[in-house]
């Protein structure tokens, strides 16, 4: 190809910002002669490269400014561990059908059983979707709504108008009543027109005592609840499986004579068997 055509070919999709194109149109274009393709097969090709360039290019973009903690995926989840997780329930959450329907997903359970696991993989999958996702801990959402109290800001604005926001960690720390009243403001704000995933270790019995009011967790419980999917998963933390796994064998091994060397708690129980009778006369120490 002549070098002053090549270069005003590339001038011009530059100037256009069709960077996929610009890094395929050679090498399609040689293949297009040598399979005897249509002007329009090429040109095909050259738009399916540049559409496949800006979604990933978009995708990457949404996920550097949802600030999630870790990469997550459903098929990473553990569901044998979760036997009594509804699969088919999480499955139909990964549509993201709730999200275009502007409701909400709430995971309830014990730490460790998977809660931020399947949030932040809803999240992932939103973002390759191109839905705009943000992911904040619901201590780090306060420090940020307490500092920039006022919607409008830029910082706190994204957090309004994102199609999806994540809060995790709801219940790990109480909350005052200052805060309590910006998280309402918060899901008020949030009802019927974007949605909204949560984690909590507490039932929602309890969240009277996270907000310090049980009129104010109602009325939040009422927004959040009415058009929503709760899934209590139930269930061993995954993180300590491991951990249970090499206690449960290293109590079927016999117990060494050196008891001081043991770096775990004996039970008094565990004791009785090593007790040794002390005959009458001069008590003598039991030999261990």
Request: aromatic share 10%; proline share 4%; with cysteine.
């Amino acid at each position: 190809m002549d070098k002053l055509l090549t270069e005003r070919i590339e001038g011009n999709l530059d100037l256009l910002g069709l960077i996929g194109i610009k890094k395929v149109y050679a090498d399609l274009s040689k293949e297009a002669h040598k399979n005897s393709s249509s002007y329009s097969q090429y040109l095909d090709l050259l738009l399916q490269e540049e559409v496949a360039s800006k979604q990933s290019h978009r995708f990457q973009l949404l996920l550097r400014e949802a600030g999630f903690p870790c990469n997550k995926s459903l098929e990473g989840f553990d569901f044998t561990y979760q036997p009594d997780l509804d699969r088919k329930r999480i499955n139909e959450l990964f549509n993201l059908d709730f999200v275009l329907k502007r409701e909400n997903a709430v995971f309830l359970g014990p730490p460790g059983v998977g809660k931020t696991h399947l949030a932040i993989a809803l999240g992932i999958k939103a973002c390759q979707k191109g839905i705009r996702t943000y992911f904040l801990t619901m201590d780090a959402l306060m420090k940020r709504m307490r500092s920039e109290s006022n919607q409008r800001l830029p910082r706190l604005r994204r957090y309004y108008q994102s199609p999806l926001m994540i809060i995790d960690e709801l219940g790990y720390l109480p909350l005052n009543r200052e805060d309590s009243n910006l998280f309402f403001q918060f899901v008020s704000h949030h009802y019927e027109r974007r949605s909204l995933i949560i984690t909590s270790n507490k039932g929602f019995r309890d969240w009277g005592e996270i907000f310090g009011d049980k009129v104010l967790a109602s009325a939040i419980l009422d927004r959040l609840l009415h058009h929503s999917h709760v899934i209590n998963i139930k269930g061993a933390s995954y993180r300590l499986k491991d951990k249970l796994k090499d206690l449960a064998e290293y109590k079927e091994i016999p117990k060494p004579e050196d008891l001081s060397r043991l770096s775990y708690t004996i039970k008094e129980d565990e004791l009785k068997p090593l007790q040794a009778k002390r005959p009458r006369g001069r008590p003598r120490k039991a030999r261990l």
